[in-house]
């Protein structure tokens, strides 16, 4: 085994350091316990970096190949290589062979943990360079096939398990059942309408007649079928949730482009907001809720999960908007019995009746949660009509902006791990360029994309801002639907036999 020198000169560089000089320096850098070793010089006198077509550089990577030689040491990085995804490629060969890497100016010795660092970083960056999005999504259709497999447990709601070979592997797939998926439409879509709890969502499903294939419903059933990221149409958005809950994403950021259903699986419940065990793989079958319902849903089970119904126990965003038809009083909610299943029981009534006596009120109990539901409705409906154009996006604008949103995701993750490197304070000058170079490009390139997506969004812009009046109406939280009431609504007025008038102000 040998310890190999590496030096580079440029004929078009009059005045850089000498292929000598360079050896010089390569030479300082072996250790005492190396002198015994044999050293062998490889030189190229004249040759750009620009590409690695050089007769020394060549000769040495025989060298490399055959096993022959243990260590490369440089002058300096730009000696082996200009071009970064060269440089990677090579760093992976020399790897494969066990051969040590040292740069004499940068302080780069791969044998170091700093210098394993590096070559990740750079690997990084080279991935960065080689791929452009075409490309990635068109692998990731025939990586897809691989992935497409069930990973097991059980056998979510709307789908049949078919057994495949998939690499000679017997696995599971997942074929949908047209019924249960129609079922399942429905179910997300009325969930995400807000103040309808899960109980309600079951009451609803039995008043339809939408029963279950399988036994009945139940809210643990559909809880865990509003949870299951089986059903959502991956997308970008998909994608910004689950880094934000920590979890390891296995599929490429190209896969969520908002066709395909996604798995999440490991050690911990899915109830924990910290998902960094879990991992998450775009599936082969496609999905069936779009993802911004499908975030509304998680949304909800979310929150319930930390406040409960003590809201909507005591008081209705409605409150203040209702009044009684007969006396012209203001209703207020007042609390009734507890239902079977422990949930509480609200119900407007005429203060006029309650507190002076002077009203006789409604002959049936206004339940506030059907009066919101209704009230609701008619919100969106109005919002509907406010808009000026009812065109949708066209689908193909939509997944141009996915995908270069997902293309965002991807910048900023390398953005961050550019700044983490530049804070490190044993990183060289030259390093330090290389880096800077780097964000630079990636920053031009985000900019870039930001306006593409602006000029795409501004296209349409009358249609997006219409569609996100709506949306931002199914997403509102509590406080939020008051407010719009406020602006949009003067007074609702009960009659005596509880039907109900909107007084609109718009
Ligand atoms: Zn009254």
Redesign the pocket.
Known sequence: MSIALYARKSIERENSISCETQLEYCKSMIKPDEQTEKIVTFVDNGFSGGNVDRDGFQKMMRQVERGKISKIIVYRLDRISRSLSDFVNILNTLKKHNVKFISSQESFDTSSPYGEMIVKILMIFAEFERQSIIERVTQAYAHRSEMGFYMGGRKPYGFTLTDTMIHNIKTKMLSPVAEEIEQLKYIFEAYSVPGITLRRLMDNLIDNDILPTDGSWSTGKLSTILKNPIYVKANNDIYEYLLKHNTNIISDISEFNGVHGLQIYGKTKHSTDDWSDMKAVVMSHEGVINSDIWLNCQKKLEKNKQIGNAISNTTSWLGGKIA??????T?TVTKGGKRRDGSQTRYFS????SHNRI???TKKPVYADSLEDMVYELVSEKIETLKCTRKKISTDNSNQINLLKNRISEIKKAQEQLVNLLMNDAIETDMINLLNERAKKLAEEKADILSKIDALENEESEIISAINLSKKWRAANFEERKAVCNILIHKILIDESGNCEVVWNI
């Open positions: 009684c038809k007969s006396c012209g009083r209703m005429c203060t006029g009746k009203c006789k009120g």
